[in-house]
């Protein structure tokens, strides 16, 4: 079936240092997320996208963070300076549509901020 | 305040035994989804069932889905051991796409 694929599985940084998470989402989906997920359990929202401008994001979306997907390439989350507390699992999703539609998610990005 | 949350954090049942996972959610939906995540994995849709039904069924899987109390269920027969992950509801706002998940349920299927 479709697929996200996530690159890379897993990020070790430095607080403070600059990291930018990789999506490459299921190839005719036009609308893009990421979520963010603590101790395996609650996923939470950060950001979608669509057309190349943010549609809805969550007050943990902080000014640090932004996202983009230059020429169709990658979709992806940049986080800049990183804290402490951005460690987590990053989840990208993507759908076709927006109303009552699936979300294929992929496997994650695990960041550590040390 | 969440939008969908699950009624029980953790459920666990031997193989071949049924369980029942329930949600109750805040929002007025046109569907509710039910996904599903495995141990290093991210979520998988499951169900979607919209609001002019009241059940849904996908194999083993059964969603209900009862707007005037807002409350949905998944059941699963006939349970296997990779059946075993958390498990959760979701609502999505038809607006802007965004979906919002419940606490979720970690299921637990032994041998």
């Known amino acids: 079936g479709p697929k996200v694929l996530q690159i890379p599985s897993h990020q070790i940084i430095d607080m403070g240092q600059m990291v930018t998470l990789n999506c490459d989402p299921v190839?005719?989906?036009?609308?893009f997320y990421w979520y963010k997920q603590i101790l395996g359990q609650q996923m939470e929202f950060l950001v979608n996208f669509y057309n190349g401008k943010v549609m809805e994001k969550s007050k943990l979306f902080k000014d640090q963070f932004s996202v983009e997907r230059p020429d169709g390439s990658y979709f992806t989350l940049k986080i800049q300076p990183t804290a402490l507390e951005d460690s987590a699992v990053y989840f990208c999703?993507?759908?076709?549509?927006?109303?009552?539609?699936?979300?294929?998610f992929g496997h994650g990005t695990k960041l550590s901020v040390l | 305040s969440q939008l969908a949350e699950e009624n029980s954090w953790a459920l666990s049942v031997h193989e071949g035994e049924s369980v029942t996972v329930n949600c109750s959610y805040k929002t007025s939906i046109t569907a509710l989804q039910w996904y599903r995540q495995k141990s290093g994995k991210g979520p998988a849709q499951l169900i979607l069932i919209r609001s002019n039904e009241r059940e849904k069924r996908n194999g083993r899987l059964r969603a209900t889905l009862d707007t005037s109390s807002q409350s949905s269920s998944l059941s699963i027969t006939a349970t296997r051991c990779e059946d075993t992950a958390v498990y959760f509801c979701a609502t999505q706002n038809t607006n802007t796409g965004k979906l919002t998940f419940g606490d979720g349920t970690v299921l637990t299927v032994k041998p």
């Open positions: 190839s005719n989906h036009l609308y």
């Open positions: 999703a993507s759908s076709l549509t927006i109303s009552n539609e699936r979300l294929f």
